[in-house]
């Protein structure tokens, strides 16, 4: 044993003998760490505006805040009313990370610089200290439509059941390879996720890498084929941490590769895929939120639900609560945002509300075009990238500011951190989620998306501190020794809605599966509701749930154990309503005689949906 770590074993001795405190566990500091980034003030280069690609200098000349770090906060006893309180012994789920895809384009771009350059653009990315610090990165199996080259896959040709052709030389030779090797010397904690467009066109209805439908019969040479992708690429020194089963299953290009695969078929490739690969993540779907909850029930049967470990989705269609939907029916598994470029302050809110509908994971989508929109062959106009390079002179390259929207997160929060429990706050004023790390430091990521600076208080247990975030700008809070500051306080009282009547308890009995209905305000203990820094609002010991822990419209709103499901968490907002899985308390009719039943109902910040909470 090296003198080093005899030193250190004899110093933890003395410090365990002392009653010291490990720096994981020491009090919360007086002071809080404060970063901010901005969108652009200049004219013509809105979030998602194409001008981004014309000159990105101009733009980034108007962006106040560029991950810019602002002097740190006072903390101070807690008093008065607090804007954001933060409950840290309510935990969620654990986060993987955050990202971006090193896909063909991004690479064929970075091949482009010269040595110097490239180093720098992937620092830029994945350096945890001098760069955003990704550290989730997916890749292609073949060829998506962000490519510089020609569709392939990596067994083209005639039907070849064997796969005695399959080789990734292609990626070899189109610098893959090389750039994730670099990669992962930056960052060694690098995870790398890889994603098929399509499979061998002999696998498919089509005989075609554009469209068609996966054959059945092929399922197993399937799972064969990512077996030898994932062992080809472990042989290069690059470990993949997981695989999803097929690029947007239900979706089929007309003009770029694609591939049709029934919820059914994932079932039967899941377990295939697991035989092969017994230690790779396998994630389903992959997907859009509208068809996700629909498309998990059909994968995640009994025989194959062992065989996958969560379930990804894509931003294009829905609402991230789906993801929290699956979460509620499926706890032990992992669901996971796995693409979607966002822009703006809009886009970090997008980002905080996958986290709070319990994503491990936020991944973008292409990192880098040039100021020519290439290379790619998609078939629509791309949305601008975080990072733009110059086609005349490659090293040149600009951050956007949504490149610093997202370091907001990924710079701060730390794989291993749990979300912990906070009020997500009005898009009138600011929102948030929040994060304990692993060094027990307490990340709150505060989002304002109007037009005027906020004022908000943060409070954690018996501390908080105030701060004001300026308009159109997303501020990280880092305030270390806070993870176990505990909880804030809870409000209880009646919930008054309409007509004046008060929700109850029918019958002051909180018996699972009771409805809960309107009463006239009298007081009584059925009428007492907490509502707690967790987002759950109880009565008599049970929680307010949407029964089934489904937000259709019409669904009884009922009592049952308080077990931390989605289905239990209401987000009271400034508009009166109080909302849970998208949807808003609702006293159906809209009549307040006594008995009336509540519901969940689209929010239209109708007066039936208006409350009055505990003060």
């Given at each position: 044993m090296s003198r080093t770590k005899v030193a250190a074993m004899l110093a933890a001795v003395v410090a365990t003998a002392a009653g010291l405190s490990s720096p994981a566990h020491a009090a919360a500091a007086t002071t809080v760490q404060v970063y901010l980034s901005s969108e652009s003030r200049t004219a013509g280069y809105e979030p998602k505006n194409g001008n981004w690609y014309t000159n990105p200098a101009t733009g980034l000349a108007g962006t106040p805040y560029q991950l810019s770090r602002q002097a740190d906060l006072a903390t101070a006893a807690a008093g008065g009313t607090a804007t954001i309180t933060?409950?840290?012994?309510?935990?969620?789920?654990?986060?993987?990370?955050?990202?971006?895809?090193?896909?063909?384009?991004?690479?064929?771009?970075?091949?482009?610089m010269s040595a110097a350059g490239r180093d720098a653009a992937l620092r830029a990315l994945v350096d945890p200290v001098n760069g955003a610090g990704f550290n989730v990165a997916r890749i292609t199996l073949g060829t998506s439509d962000f490519t510089s080259h020609d569709f392939y896959t990596y067994d083209d040709g005639a039907a070849d059941p064997t796969l005695a052709r399959f080789s990734i030389q292609r990626d070899i030779d189109y610098h893959i390879i090389s750039t994730l090797q670099q990669a992962l010397a930056i960052n060694p904690n690098l995870k790398i996720f890889a994603s098929a467009w399509s499979a061998p066109p002999w696998m498919k209805t089509s005989n075609n890498i554009i469209g068609g439908s996966l054959l059945s019969q092929y399922i197993p040479t399937l799972a064969s084929y990512y077996g030898k992708a994932v062992?080809?690429?472990?042989?290069?020194?690059?470990?993949?941490?997981?695989?999803?089963?097929?690029?947007?299953?239900?979706?089929?290009?007309?003009?770029?590769p694609g591939m049709l695969v029934s919820a059914d078929q994932e079932r039967q490739l899941a377990k295939a895929v697991r035989t092969e690969l017994p230690t790779t993540k396998i994630w389903a779907f992959d997907h859009n939120f509208s068809e996700g909850v629909s498309y998990a029930a059909g994968v995640l049967t009994a025989d194959a639900r062992s065989s996958v470990d969560g379930i990804a989705f894509h931003d294009y269609a829905g609402d991230p609560s789906a993801m929290a939907t699956v979460k509620a029916t499926y706890p032990e598994k992992d669901v996971l945002m796995t693409e979607r470029s966002v822009w703006g302050t809009s886009g970090a809110d997008r980002i905080v509300q996958y986290f709070r509908n319990q994503a491990t994971l936020y991944e973008g989508w292409v990192s880098m075009l040039d100021q020519n929109r290439s290379p790619e062959r998609w078939s629509g106009s791309p949305d601008p990238t975080m990072l733009v390079q110059s086609p005349s002179n490659p090293d040149t390259f600009w951050k956007l500011p949504d490149y610093n929207m997202i370091a907001q997160f990924s710079k701060f929060v730390k794989a291993g951190a749990k979300r912990v429990a906070s009020g997500y706050g009005s898009t009138g004023s600011v929102t948030d989620v929040a994060f304990v790390n692993p060094d027990n430091s307490l990340v709150t990521v505060v989002v304002n998306q109007t037009s005027a600076n906020q004022t908000f208080t943060l409070r954690a247990g018996t501390r908080q501190f105030t701060a004001t975030l300026p308009a159109k700008t997303t501020g990280t809070y880092v305030w270390a020794g806070a993870g176990d500051a505990g909880s804030g306080p809870s409000h209880t009282g009646p919930i008054v809605g309409y007509g004046g009547k008060c929700v109850d308890v029918a019958g002051a009995n909180s018996a699972n599966g009771t409805a809960v209905q309107l009463y006239t305000c009298n007081g009584t203990a059925a009428q007492s509701w907490t509502v707690g820094t967790d987002g759950t609002?109880?009565?008599?010991?049970?929680?307010?749930?949407?029964?089934?822990?489904?937000?259709?419209?019409?669904?009884?709103?009922?009592?049952?154990?308080?077990?931390?499901?989605?289905?239990?968490?209401?987000?009271?907002?400034?508009?009166?309503?109080?909302?849970?899985?998208?949807?808003?308390?609702?006293?159906?009719?809209?009549?307040?005689?006594?008995?009336?039943?509540?519901?969940?109902?689209?929010?239209f910040a109708a007066a039936n949906q208006k409350w009055t909470l505990p003060a």
């Open positions: 933060v409950d840290t012994t309510q935990q969620f789920q654990t986060v993987l990370g955050v990202g971006s895809s090193l896909e063909e384009s991004t690479i064929y771009n970075l091949s482009r062992r080809a690429y472990a042989a290069q020194g690059i470990p993949i941490h997981a695989l999803t089963l097929q690029n947007e299953p239900l979706f089929q290009p007309a003009d770029y609002v109880r009565s008599l010991g049970k929680c307010l749930d949407v029964a089934g822990a489904n937000s259709a419209n019409g669904t009884k709103v009922q009592l049952y154990d308080c077990n931390g499901t989605a289905a239990q968490q209401w987000t009271p907002n400034s508009d009166g309503t109080l909302r849970s899985l998208g949807k808003c308390l609702d006293a159906t009719g809209p009549s307040s005689a006594d008995g009336t039943r509540l519901q969940i109902w689209d929010c």
